[in-house]
């Protein structure tokens, strides 16, 4: 993106254990910026405890207080290299398009390897990918009738060293940590043409392509998506439109139940509506709920006067906050199939360590995954990200049974939500 200076990015540690790290961003301001922050905050596996944002349409200024997750072990310096990344520098925000100063693509490799099956294994290699600050972009995981698994890993490198012998020897010994001496077969390449291959998805049914995708599912909810009874106030967010306080901006007044990553779900669809962000105050945790105050404005710089704009802009924030990940049981032919759906932003990522909490469910529950793999579904309006999981039966859990269904379907969201 240009020079940036160190001084763009700063990071106070707590002075205590327990206590929130401060993360400052002041860099000049581009369309998305706080979304790209929160999104990098939630892929190092942090909780945005409050914030504040503000710009005055060239320069932006950012502090969110953090945390980590459980007992996420975070490199604060990695962190800070990828933050200053999506900081735009002065130079490009002032004299250049910032979308023309993007760099190429980051490369994608290809982790291929084959080891015995045992339970949490796949969560376990995936934690080893996070740590190593890997991206998960695909995955083919395969069970064959001698017990042993192949893995199919596409990942690119958040550090851009895995061309690197350091960070290839990095990498095995890491994995080797964990896989042991059941590995017996591990290879490192560059992907070819089979990534194209392995990022289409098989098709989906149509009932599961009803609940999934359903656009009433705040009015609606089928047995699949349904929640327990714990989980029945997630129903309950307000967004309110005021145009009263300010000659120039329109105030977004949010208030929904926490969750892990509620910030980024709201800044993200702000982002694909072209919406700019000129204050903005996130709230502590307050018995389970947080606030927002946000000053916004349209592409244009005006505020949003027209009553149909305003409705569409409150519902797609309910639906992006109260359901920004789908989640489904069903038959697959003989065999019980999980499916997580999250959506993909305008720019093309998907949402961070979906793939990671999902297995992480399903460790915690003892269900090994006969097969996985992620995978990209358009509907007429956007783009998803689709993740499956062939499930195997244990004694404990019948997948049969409608009871056992939803216990998987309510611990996976637990996982994926942070409750």
């Not at 080797?176 to 392995?198: F, K, R």
């Not at 329109?250 to 926490?258: E, H, K, P, V």
Request: glycine share 6%; hydrophobic share 40%.
């Amino acid at each position: 993106m240009g020079l940036q200076s160190d001084d763009d990015v700063l990071i106070e540690k707590g002075k205590n254990p327990g206590d929130p790290h401060v993360v400052t961003v002041n860099c000049p301001d581009k369309t998305g910026l706080a979304c790209d922050i929160c999104r990098i905050i939630l892929d190092f596996g942090l909780y945005i405890t409050k914030g504040d944002v503000s710009t005055d349409g060239k320069w932006c200024y950012i502090v969110f207080w953090v945390v980590p997750h459980s007992r996420t072990v975070i490199i604060w310096s990695n962190l800070k290299k990828r933050l200053l990344f999506v900081c735009p520098s002065g130079i490009v925000s002032f004299y250049l398009n910032p979308q023309a100063a993007q760099s190429a693509s980051s490369p994608v490799y290809l982790l291929k390897f084959f080891c015995l099956d045992r339970k949490g294994l796949l969560h376990d290699v995936t934690q080893v990918l996070c740590e190593l600050e890997f991206t998960i972009q695909s995955v083919k995981v395969m069970t064959n009738p001698d017990g042993r698994i192949l893995d199919l890993f596409f990942v690119t490198d958040n550090l851009e060293l895995l061309h690197t012998k350091n960070r290839q020897d990095k990498t095995w010994e890491q994995l080797h940590a964990v896989l042991g001496e059941s590995c017996t077969s591990c290879e490192l390449q560059l992907a070819g043409p089979e990534y194209q291959h392995h990022q289409s998805m098989p098709s989906l049914s149509p009932a599961i392509t009803e609940e999934l995708f359903n656009c009433d599912i705040l009015d609606k909810e089928s047995h699949s998506q349904a929640l327990s009874p714990a989980l029945k106030r997630v129903r309950n967010a307000s967004v309110v439109v005021d145009n009263s306080l300010s000659p120039a901006h329109t105030l977004l007044q949010i208030s929904c139940i926490d969750h892990k990553g509620l910030l980024y779900d709201i800044m993200r669809t702000l982002k694909d509506c072209n919406i700019q962000i000129a204050y903005g105050r996130f709230s502590p945790n307050k018995s389970g709920y947080r606030e927002l105050d946000l000053f916004i404005q349209q592409k244009d710089g005006k505020k949003i006067v027209d009553p149909e704009k305003q409705s569409a802009l409150c519902f797609r924030l309910k639906i992006e906050m109260l359901h920004p990940l789908r989640v489904v049981v069903a038959n697959r032919g003989p065999d019980t199939e999980l499916v997580v759906a999250d959506p993909v932003e305008l720019s093309g990522r998907g949402r961070p360590r979906v793939f990671y909490d999902v297995t992480l469910a399903l460790k915690s529950l003892g269900i090994c995954i006969f097969l996985a793999e992620i995978g990209r579904y358009s509907t007429l309006d956007r783009e998803w990200e689709v993740y499956r999981f062939l499930l195997e039966e244990n004694c404990k859990f019948q997948l049969s049974n409608m009871v056992a269904k939803n216990q998987i379907v309510d611990r996976v969201r637990r996982t994926l939500m942070g409750w």
